[in-house]
């Protein structure tokens, strides 16, 4: 199934209004981390109240210690203060890299905007080195488009 296959699929699942907004969310993080290969950890940061941090909302893939990222901490912590889409095809080229697992070689992090404000992020981490494209980017920033409508 292609990235462009799965946006009815994530529609569908976003307006299912009998379920709460984490259900829906981590319905989506289950889609994508299943139908795409090289998906092998989805979840979503938001920024944690007033603090300049993020906690760590539904997710799918292995259990993560990094349940608190301080803003500027790590890529998530980056694009909470860069307000833009941070792809890293090789982390281990990362200074400023969280290693949440030692399998994992790339890392996509696209923020989620609700009116303006950068309120949170879908964060992915693959296992194989170099995966994501300019398609992979605008399929989140899709995603992010439509969580962002429930939020």
Known sequence: MTL??????????VEQTEKTVNQRLLEVC???EHRVPYYNWVGF?????????LKLGPYVGEPTDHVIIPFGKGICGQVAISNKNFVVPDVSAQDNYIACSITVKAEIVVPIF????????????????????DMDERFLEFVCKKAASIL
């Open 30 to 32: 289950a889609l994508l």
């Open 114 to 133: 609700v009116n303006n404000q950068n309120i949170g992020q879908i964060d992915i981490d693959s296992n194989t080195a170099d995966p994501f494209t």
């Open 45 to 53: 940061y938001f920024k944690n109240g007033d603090k300049n941090e």
């Open 4 to 13: 462009q296959e799965l946006k009815p699929a994530v529609t569908a699942i």
